[in-house]
């Protein structure tokens, strides 16, 4: 269950940290890649070369080193993890955490990861008890921060009462439990149900080697084919020119222009059960394209452009063997009421609207955050990784769909 999943394990201060050498070796016996982030207060329980010996990789404790972010930064570091674990988690790391404070490098990096985060506190029972902290875990708690344990009995200051830091093997339990329902979202929703997807930029051509185009970079709409072939879709994935693989599996249509996207989508949607136009189509293409090389002569140049069809308005109008229609919006501002204003005007089933005016959302990132609206409902799917996304929004597809 942990193979090749990143683990970043952040080490706070507290004597549970005496703990981690033993944890970092039964992540990494059950497939983990493990890297250690230390504050340091954490070094006066465990020490760095501890760490780095069973972690097989360097610690990081260092916000302001500059051998250590030239190797992997911390941003970097951020975006490698799967999942962050937090152990020993003390009160004053739950505490800077739940305040959103960056004034070391575990913490900046908890507030630099979309990954998912738990905390295994372990704190002297009176600490744990103390309001304060129970108002940061619940925080915590509903922004969807796991909280793993603390566990209860005899606690190193001669204390009895909950603040123990769960045992390795239970961390390691947890931990698999985590990834286990992570994968299993949306698996076998899917099994019978055909999908086709568009994804990508389209390319308007001016002549035979120019065109216009965007920056899509398909990333959002491969994440949601791939989530729908796990989920047992078969799945036509009609695709514009991107760097990326498409997922194994996917019935792929590679086009160029709206035009051929167009008539891609309008062959498969009416054989499909749901249609997704995640694509980035060209709204207009030159009127005219040049059958030779268009050759530099006046100082300006005027291209004339006609509209290209709304590729998921005409599957959402269709008459006869009409798919689940889904689209999306990219907003900018009154992201509730364009999107919703798109669907009614589409007629689509449902609309999945990003904010692309805040940042690591959309066109090109590898994270996203959804409001997705539909008639009579909607979720907001919360900043994380397109993948997990993706899987995300077919579980929720699905749960409209079956509803039609
Ligand atoms: O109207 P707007 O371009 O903002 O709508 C975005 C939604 O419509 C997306 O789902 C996009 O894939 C789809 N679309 C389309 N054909 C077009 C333009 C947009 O399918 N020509």
């Known amino acids: 269950m942990l193979t090749n999943q990143n683990i970043i394990l952040a080490i706070s201060g507290g004597i549970a940290a005496y703990k981690c050498a033993e944890l970092t070796r039964r992540l990494k016996e059950h497939g983990a890649n493990v890297r250690v982030v230390m504050t340091h207060a954490a070094k006066a329980f465990i020490t760095p070369l501890t760490m780095q010996a069973v972690s097989a990789n360097p610690v990081c404790d260092d916000l302001l080193d500059p051998a250590a972010e030239a190797a992997?930064?911390?941003?970097?570091?951020?975006?490698?993890?799967?999942?962050?674990?937090?152990?020993?988690?003390?009160?004053?790391?739950?505490?800077?955490?739940?305040?959103?404070?960056?004034?070391?490098?575990?913490?900046?990096?908890?507030?630099a990861s979309a990954a998912p985060l738990a905390l295994s506190p372990a704190m002297n029972q009176q600490m744990y008890r103390a309001q304060a902290t129970q108002d940061n875990i619940a925080n915590l708690t509903k922004r969807g921060v796991k909280i793993w344990g603390p566990a209860q009995g005899e606690q190193a200051c001669g204390d009895v009462g909950p603040g123990r830091m769960l045992e390795p093997m239970a961390l390691?339990?947890?931990a698999k439990q985590h990834f286990a329902a992570a994968d299993a979202l949306?698996?076998?929703?899917?099994?019978?149900?055909?999908?086709?997807?568009?994804?990508?930029?389209?390319?308007?051509?001016?002549?035979?080697?120019?065109?216009?185009?965007?920056?899509s970079s398909g990333k959002m709409g491969y994440a949601i084919a791939a989530a729908a072939v796990d989920a047992g879709a078969t799945v036509n994935l009609i695709?514009?020119?991107?760097?990326?693989?498409?997922?194994?599996?996917?019935?792929?249509?590679?086009?160029?222009?709206?035009?051929?996207?167009?008539?891609?989508?309008?062959?498969?949607?009416?054989?499909?059960?749901?249609?997704?136009?995640?694509?980035?189509?060209?709204?207009y293409r030159p009127i005219d394209v040049a059958d030779q090389k268009i050759k530099k002569s006046a100082d300006t140049m005027t291209i004339t452009m006609t509209k290209n069809p709304d590729i998921v308005a005409d599957v959402a109008a269709l008459t006869e063997d009409r798919p689940y229609t889904v689209g999306f919006a990219a907003e900018t501002q009154n992201v509730e009421k364009y999107a919703k204003g798109k669907m009614q005007r589409k007629k689509l089933d449902m609309i999945c609207a990003n904010d692309v005016s805040k940042g690591g959302q959309g066109f090109n990132a590898d994270t996203n955050a959804l409001s997705v609206f539909w008639q009579g409902g909607s979720e907001i799917l919360p900043l994380t990784d397109k993948k997990q996304l993706g899987k995300a929004l077919i579980a929720l597809i699905m749960s409209q769909f079956k509803r039609v």
């Open 172 to 174: 390691v339990e947890l």
């Open 186 to 215: 949306g698996k076998g929703v899917l099994d019978g149900i055909t999908l086709t997807i568009t994804a990508g930029p389209t390319r308007e051509a001016l002549d035979p080697v120019r065109f216009i185009s965007n920056h």
């Open 72 to 111: 992997m930064g911390h941003i970097e570091l951020a975006k490698w993890a799967d999942l962050i674990l937090v152990a020993p988690a003390t009160a004053d790391v739950i505490a800077r955490i739940n305040a959103g404070i960056a004034n070391d490098l575990l913490t900046t990096v908890i507030l």
């Open 239 to 283: 695709s514009g020119k991107v760097t990326i693989q498409p997922p194994q599996k996917a019935l792929v249509t590679a086009v160029d222009s709206a035009l051929e996207m167009h008539a891609a989508a309008l062959s498969l949607a009416p054989k499909s059960d749901i249609f997704i136009a995640c694509a980035a189509v060209a709204d």
